[in-house]
């Protein structure tokens, strides 16, 4: 595997490999998992060279002891990559990917007022940020991301339609522990106690569908929900219902649909979603 730290050898490397080979990208914040390693086994399937980033961005941190506390663990990173066949490992330092202190701040109009672009006020705009210069630096004809991040692969689909970037962009399903969790880096700050009341997020999307498909009002869905995640102590941010296409809020399961829940379990927050079909 080629490791690269800065920008312009990377770009020298690919520019050799591009006319003959497709290549994938991962853009990942590091602490891999298997949720990672699903992404980067698509890249090796549907594309000849898979890079991977791995890149903590300070930019779309809304809070300074998340960033900090963020796990860092890049020799495991490096291991994890390796026994995944990928090619190139990116690693570059925040001096590499801010060389000069950004001015650019990114407007999503509806589709980051809501949810986690509520609750993480400059988070979205962090996010595309980098993601534009991940893809500038790399231009992948693929671009692989992960449906855990459910309406960061919207504000992703809508940044490439309005800014022409070359790629394809493809939505991973989630990976989840046995007991349902989804798979996230942030998962390694939970402690044994907390690491089982995590389940909890999972839990409330199941109970929500059903109780939605039995016809109750997401009103009284979400009540039930912050009932249910209070009785283990999790603090419920959001349960949103939405559409599946544009994010819009639902308020009944109609076409394709997605139950998006966000809470904290003690200092950690962590976040879940899954899709439903409605008539
Ligand atoms: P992160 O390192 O958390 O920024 O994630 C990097 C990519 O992996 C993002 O596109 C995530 O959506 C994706 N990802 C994170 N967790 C999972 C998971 N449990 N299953 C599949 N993909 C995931």
Do not use: W
Not at 89 to 98: G, S
Not at 124 to 141: D, R, W
Request: charged share 25%.
């Amino acid at each position: 595997m080629h490791i690269f730290k800065e920008i312009e050898p990377l770009r020298a490397f690919l520019n050799q490999k591009r006319a003959q080979h497709r290549i994938g990208l991962v853009p990942t914040m590091g602490a891999l998992h298997s949720g990672h390693a699903s992404l980067l086994k698509a890249a090796r399937q549907e594309t000849h060279i898979t890079v991977c980033s791995i890149y903590v961005n300070p930019a779309q941190f809304n809070n300074p002891s998340d960033l900090e506390k963020y796990p860092r663990t890049l020799e495991k990173d490096l291991a994890l990559l390796e026994s995944n066949s990928c090619d190139v490992a990116f690693v570059p330092e925040n001096r590499e990917m801010y060389q000069t202190p950004s001015t650019i701040q990114f407007d999503f109009g509806d589709l980051d007022k809501i949810m986690e672009g509520k609750f993480r006020p400059g988070h979205f705009s962090g996010v595309a940020l980098v993601v534009s210069k991940l893809f500038n630096i790399v231009l992948p004809h693929v671009a692989y991301f992960g449906q855990k991040d459910f309406q960061q692969f919207k504000i992703i689909e809508r940044l490439v339609d309005e800014l022409k970037f070359d790629l394809k962009l493809r939505c991973m399903p989630i990976l989840r522990e046995k007991d349902g969790l989804a798979m996230s880096s942030r998962n390694q700050r939970l402690d044994s106690d907390q690491r089982k009341k995590a389940i909890v997020f999972q839990e409330s999307l199941i109970l929500s569908k059903e109780l939605l498909a039995k016809g109750e009002k997401l009103s009284v869905v979400r009540d039930q929900i912050k009932t249910k995640c209070e009785g283990v102590g999790v603090k419920l941010e959001y349960l949103e219902l939405a559409s599946g296409e544009n994010l819009n809020p639902l308020e009944i399961v109609t076409g394709k649909a997605v139950l998006l829940i966000a809470g904290y379990v003690g200092e950690v927050r962590l976040i879940d979603n899954i899709l439903i079909h409605g008539n």
